[in-house]
């Protein structure tokens, strides 16, 4: 069974803290995305990556950082945590392909709380 | 950005009834994708229609694409209290990179 997993499904961390979030994928995929979901604003793209070592910004990437030292992991950093990155916080992957099929798989979520 | 608008935002039935949900996007697409949200849990995909396909069908669920008029519908018949959940619609548009522009979502309440 396919799966994307995610380091905590709750976070709670203070202001001014520097914040890591894990996701790892089992599929071999290229893709991996990181997404914040707020209420009534859907989901937002942060980082994406297709390749190991490689990143692109997504439309809210201002305050986050990314790595991805290996195919199946990708992090999201918070260099310094604030308030208005309670969020929930979500990753996915696809596979690198071009021919229409590129179904997203999602991991459960971190539900992140700075106070 | 957001390109994809799903309508209605929230949509409350009884079970056995059938359920429309409508997505509207801007630019031209390589394909559409709904994706079921259980609260609080990740996406799941659960059927993808290609631009150059029209209809598609996977179990309950009945997706139709009208390019014309840059929107798809995802019709699920005989709905059952499991169906309870946000519903998405994600667009791949043309010319782009790899990347989902996905909707805000609608909330769909199916009650016993």
């Not at chain 1, 890591?20 to 997404?35: A, P, T």
């Not at chain 1, 696809?94 to 798989?105: D, G, I, K």
Request: charged fraction near 25%; include cysteine; aromatic fraction near 8%.
């Amino acid at each position: 069974d396919v799966k994307v997993t995610q380091s905590s499904r709750y976070l709670v961390k203070r202001t001014g803290e520097k914040v890591f979030l894990e996701c790892v994928q089992d599929m071999d995929h290229e893709n991996m995305f990181w997404y914040r979901q707020d209420p009534g604003l859907g989901l937002r793209l942060i980082y994406f990556s297709y390749d190991v070592k490689m990143k692109e910004k997504g439309d809210i990437p201002e305050g986050y950082s990314v790595s991805r030292e290996k195919k199946e992991r990708f992090s999201l950093i918070l260099e310094s945590a604030s308030t208005n990155q309670t969020s929930m916080y979500l990753c996915a992957s696809s596979p690198a392909t071009r021919s229409s099929y590129n179904e997203q798989f999602f991991g459960p979520g971190t539900r992140l709380t700075v106070l | 950005s957001q390109q994809g608008e799903e309508d209605p935002q929230a949509l409350s039935i009884q079970e056995g009834e059938n359920a429309t949900m409508n997505c509207s996007y801007k630019t031209s697409i390589n394909n559409l994708q709904w994706y079921r949200q259980n609260s609080g849990r990740g996406l799941v995909h659960l059927i993808l229609i290609r631009s150059n396909e029209r209809e598609k069908h996977s179990g309950r669920l009945r997706v139709t694409l009208d390019t014309s008029k840059k929107s798809s519908s995802l019709l699920i018949t005989a709905s059952r209290a499991a169906d309870t959940a946000s519903y998405f619609c994600a667009t791949d548009p043309q010319g782009g990179s790899e990347k989902l522009v996905f909707g805000k979502g609608m909330k769909l309440t199916v009650n016993p």
